[in-house]
């Protein structure tokens, strides 16, 4: 038995290290936590001051005994979990653990933030000790979070149905999407117009410019016929080129990834999940075997901090001097600072552990979306330590009798960053589109006080719209901003609230609150407002942050919090509606049998059902009208017949989208799949469009389970004119837009959307 015993959270994790180590070092893993508070109980002892009740994890006992025998034949024990708070709580659970032996061996705490050789024989070097308040601090959360779950889900078991849950930050998040959503919903569009004149002065081209004022102030066109009649007025009129505006401008590089910024922007760039990009950080700080070598190929994952070390700015200079020139290596390495001061520096920013890594030449060890992920990773890391791009920008101020218009354009003098990565930008973000828009833009070579000539005006009716729906990028920088959870959390509480089906998504990437949703939201914003409110929940996190740091008492945080809680819980008890035995009833009356139609809600959301349930089962779909008044919705007929009674089939709504039904039901409850116009190319037999557990939309085969067909891409019912397969597929992208595609990668047949078939 080897005298050094080091305790990691992963087996990929322990693997790796053990190589690094050497033959005196035995690594184990204790798979994550071994204790947790209980899953059947509230397990925090609310009389005696938050005393939380630690049990095993099911599972865990077999973990444990090899642990505590592994520790049992050591003189050392260095205690490795991940450098956070939930790293300090496993850490804190093993030790208690391995106290308990007879021989107690010496415990270390060793902290890392890459999984190198260098970095773990350092940490082995520098053990510390383990951190009271860091364990504090998470455990005040874990409690928090189990007072908040554990107290109000039965509520809403009791009131609304079982299965359901309320949490401190997820039902925050879903709070965020509801009030957009009402935002939305209550929007009124207003009608605006824009005007371009297309010009052209002594040199070409002919270049457009937009109306920016009228008599001095900024122009607002609010219909067609001041629009028109603004024209009238300017036709015929000198078109004066009056002002020429030159400046050089400087665009800064964006600084290397923390959590939450590359969730948002593998959610923009990559269309990954917050739950995919974190798994795959995880296997890229772990380890990737590359030939005879295993390496963790970025820091730690988790981390808010935008601190680099010295040394890795020193191989970046070197890296970058190499690849693309001295001219794009500042003087001095750039720092960033982060904007709120909540950050946990120990850590550092996410990066590449080790420059001779390029993704290039990693790139066969990875699976595709783990190196898309890692070049992401790289790139952000290589171009945050460039110099700035600098561009020449232009500006044509021209004027036509009492108004102005302005024409700009940028172009790129030296492209610094920007030859490696450009950030995106959210939906909405009308300012950074604008200016990607306007470079390139290359304006002719005049002289102010030049005369144009007008080609025609360009009127355009435009209408406003409203705030858009949050995606996963743009909730997880709402959250973010608010400080609302901490980055280990953001792809957790997004998971949950789609699994709890409190929100869906369409578009393929936009949250909008489902009908259980907004319920759920409603009462508990009116039974618990401190709890949902956005800026208690900020100030909880700052909280857990000052126990973290020592300037608080853990149990001060609970006391504060519960006070309040425990009174607020004991009143929406009685006064929180009761929805689950709740009938509403409406002027419908039932086709079926003549008695009242009352309002209930179910699994998916409200319907209307028959009030002599359970004598007569008949139930409606309805909508609201914008009078609020209720009208049953129709439902879709079809011209199938029912293959067991010959009744018409109608379309149905469930679980996993559209599906065809017997209009006979309950008496006959023959259903089958919606084709989609295109037969399954394995079995023949017609293709439906149907959804994942998660809401994402798919194609399969009706004959499933006998036939496994299934392709994310809709398949149209066209051959393919290069290779002649027997369907082609419309592929949507960020970067194409919907595009037709043969279904056979090799083949590479494409074409727009627009396009005619050839």
């Known amino acids: 038995m080897s005298k050094n015993l080091v305790i990691v959270e992963s087996p990929a994790k322990a693997k790796t290290i053990e190589k690094y180590l050497g033959r005196d070092f035995t690594v184990k893993a204790s798979i994550g936590h071994i204790k947790d508070l209980p899953k059947k109980n509230l397990g925090v002892d609310l009389k005696n001051n938050f005393e939380p009740e630690y049990e095993v994890i099911p599972g865990k006992k077999k973990v444990i005994d090899e642990i505590k025998k592994a520790a049992q034949g050591s003189e050392i024990v260095y205690l490795a979990p991940d450098p956070d708070r939930e790293g300090e709580a496993i850490a804190w659970h093993v030790a208690e653990e391995i106290k308990k032996l007879k021989k107690k061996p010496v415990i270390h705490r ?86 371009e004149i297309k010009v052209e002065g002594s040199i070409p081209p002919a270049f457009s410019a937009r109306l920016s004022k009228i008599d001095g102030k900024k122009a607002e066109l609010k219909n067609g016929d001041d629009t028109q009649a603004l024209v009238k007025s300017l036709k015929g009129q000198n078109l004066l080129l ?83 020139g001295s001219e794009y290596v500042p003087e001095s390495p750039n720092f960033y600072k982060n904007k709120k001061g909540n950050t946990q520096d120990a850590h550092e920013a996410i990066r590449p552990t080790n420059m001779e890594h390029a993704p290039d030449k990693v790139k066969k060890y990875l699976e595709r979306d783990a190196y898309r992920l890692y070049d992401l990773i790289w790139k952000r890391f290589v171009a945050s330590q460039m110099k700035p791009a600098v561009l020449d920008r232009t500006v044509f101020v021209i004027e036509v009798k009492n108004c102005e218009f302005r024409a700009s354009g940028s172009v790129v003098k030296f492209p610094g960053f920007l030859s490696v990565y450009r950030e995106d930008w959210d939906e909405g973000d009308n300012e950074s589109r604008d200016n990607q828009d306007e470079e390139g833009r290359l304006l002719p070579n005049l002289k102010e006080g030049e005369n144009l000539k007008c080609h025609e005006f360009l009127p355009s009716q435009h209408f406003t719209e409203p705030p858009p729906r949050y995606t996963e990028a743009s909730l997880v920088k709402e959250l973010e901003e608010k400080g609302i959870g901490r980055p280990s959390t953001y792809a957790s509480i997004l998971s949950v609230i789609q699994d709890k089906k409190y929100v869906d998504k369409i578009e393929g990437k936009k949250f909008r609150p489902t009908d259980l949703g907004k319920l759920v939201n409603d009462l508990l914003v009116n039974h618990f407002p401190d709890i949902l409110d956005v800026k208690f929940t900020a100030h909880m996190e700052e909280e857990l942050d000052d126990v973290e740091e020592g300037k608080m008492k853990w149990t001060d945080t609970l006391n504060e919090f519960y006070s309040t809680f425990s009174k607020t819980l004991g009143e929406a008890k009685v006064a929180m509606r009761d929805v689950k035995r709740q009938e509403i009833p409406t002027d419908q009356k039932c086709e079926k049998c003549g008695g009242v139609m009352v309002i209930k809600f179910g699994k998916h959301g409200e319907f209307l059902a028959c009030q002599a349930y359970p004598d007569c089962k008949n139930s409606k779909e309805f909508v609201r009208n914008e009078a609020g008044k209720i009208e049953i919705q129709a439902e879709e007929t079809t011209d199938e017949k029912c293959d067991k009674c010959g009744r018409a089939m109608v379309v149905k709504r469930g679980k996993f989208g559209k599906f065809l039904a017997c209009s006979g039901y309950p008496n006959c ?19 439906s469009e149907k959804k994942t557990r998660r809401g994402k939309v798919f194609y399969g085969c009706t004959g499933y389970p006998q036939c496994d067909f299934a392709s994310w891409d809709k398949p149209v019912n066209q051959k393919c004119p290069q290779c002649g397969a027997s369907y082609l597929v419309e592929k949507t992208t960020k970067a194409h837009g919907t595009t037709i595609k043969c279904a056979e990668k090799e083949c590479g047949y494409s074409r727009s959307v627009e396009e005619s078939e050839s």
């Open 110 to 195: 060793v902290l890392f933030n890459e999984i190198t050789k260098s970095a773990i024989r350092e940490a082995i070097q520098k053990p510390i000790v383990l951190n009271t308040s860091m364990f504090e601090a998470q455990q005040a959360r874990r409690i928090l979070d189990r007072l908040v779950g554990y107290q109000i889900s039965p509520l809403l078991w009791e009131k609304v149905r079982r299965g359901l849950s309320a949490g401190r930050v997820q039902s925050v998040a879903v709070r965020l999407v509801c009030e957009r959503e009402d935002e939305i919903s209550k929007f009124i569009s207003e009608e605006y117009w824009n005007l």
């Open 242 to 324: 009056k002002a020429i505006e030159k400046k050089e401008q400087k665009r800064h590089p964006t600084p290397p990834f923390i959590t939450s910024k590359l969730q948002q922007e593998a959610s923009r760039k990559l269309g990954f999940t917050a739950k995919k990009t974190m798994m795959l950080a995880q296997r890229l700080y772990e380890g990737i075997e590359m030939d005879d070598v295993t390496e963790g190929l970025i820091t730690y994952m988790r981390t808010d901090s935008l601190r680099v070390a010295d040394v890795a700015i020193e191989q970046v200079r070197g890296f970058i001097k190499e690849t693309y």
């Open 669 to 687: 409850k023959t259903t089958k799949a919606v084709s989609i116009g295109v037969n399954c190319p394995k079995c023949t037999k017609p293709l």
